[in-house]
């Protein structure tokens, strides 16, 4: 989250965010209308509202990589959506997707001696795989509970990302854009006539289950 100086940043996501959830409850409520294109923007007018943060290879390398993560990403819209989120991210935000999408092209070179897009599927598997079962560099810490001290003179340093962190990141942000889309929405039985009190499978402290 921005803090309270970062004005821009956050007035910029709201609008992203609002424009895109407008555009999911028009392509579910009218298949064939784009959820990421609404129809009542002319296409010039779409491009000046919604910067980008990707150039073309690292645009592709998202797609590639979002639909190894999550099937069904590519088709659903996935990597555009998060190339315009991710412009109006803070820098730190900004820059911490920018070097987990890196993380990958160099572990493909240092590897293969060639760039991600350019190794085989079953190499970009393979490197997935290995990335998905290394130990964290930044594990979780334990869940606070009441009574325990909060240590606020701790000044551990945090270590570096490794792949397996670059690889919970990626996915992370894959797969909230994906259930953000018309598509994700329906797999978790999102019609466009009926809505959640909650999301299926995923209760919080405080709801009242009662019918």
């Known amino acids: 989250m921005p803090d309270n100086n970062d004005r821009p940043a956050l007035v910029g ?3 992203v965010l609002t424009s895109l959830a407008a555009g999911i409850t028009a392509v579910v409520a009218a298949p064939g209308v784009s959820a990421l294109e609404p129809a009542s923007q002319e296409p010039g007018a779409r491009e000046q509202a919604a910067p980008r943060l990707l150039d073309d290879h690292r645009r592709t390398l998202l797609a590639g990589l979002a639909e190894q993560l999550v099937p069904g ?7 555009d959506l998060l190339d315009r989120v991710m412009a109006v991210e803070p820098v730190q935000a900004r820059t911490r997707f920018l070097n987990a999408l890196g993380a990958f092209e160099r572990e493909a070179r240092d590897r293969h001696a060639r760039g991600w897009l350019e190794i085989t599927d079953a190499q970009q598997i393979e490197i997935l795989r290995a990335a998905s079962t290394l130990a964290s560099a930044r594990p979780a810490a334990p869940p606070w509970t009441r009574g325990q001290p909060v240590d606020r003179e701790s000044q551990t340093p945090t270590p570096p990302a490794n792949l397996r ?3 919970d990141h990626l ?11 018309a598509p994700g929405m329906k797999e978790l039985g999102f019609t466009g006539r009926m809505a959640f009190q909650n999301f299926p499978g995923c209760p919080h402290p405080g709801d009242d289950h009662r019918s």
Do not use: I, K, L, N
């Not at 990403?73 to 990597?79: C, K, L």
């Not at 992370?172 to 953000?180: G, K, P």
């Open 13 to 15: 996501r709201r609008d």
């Open 171 to 181: 996915r992370d942000w894959v797969q909230r854009a994906y259930y953000t889309t």
């Open 165 to 167: 962190d670059h690889f």
């Open 73 to 79: 990403s590519r088709a659903a819209g996935v990597p």
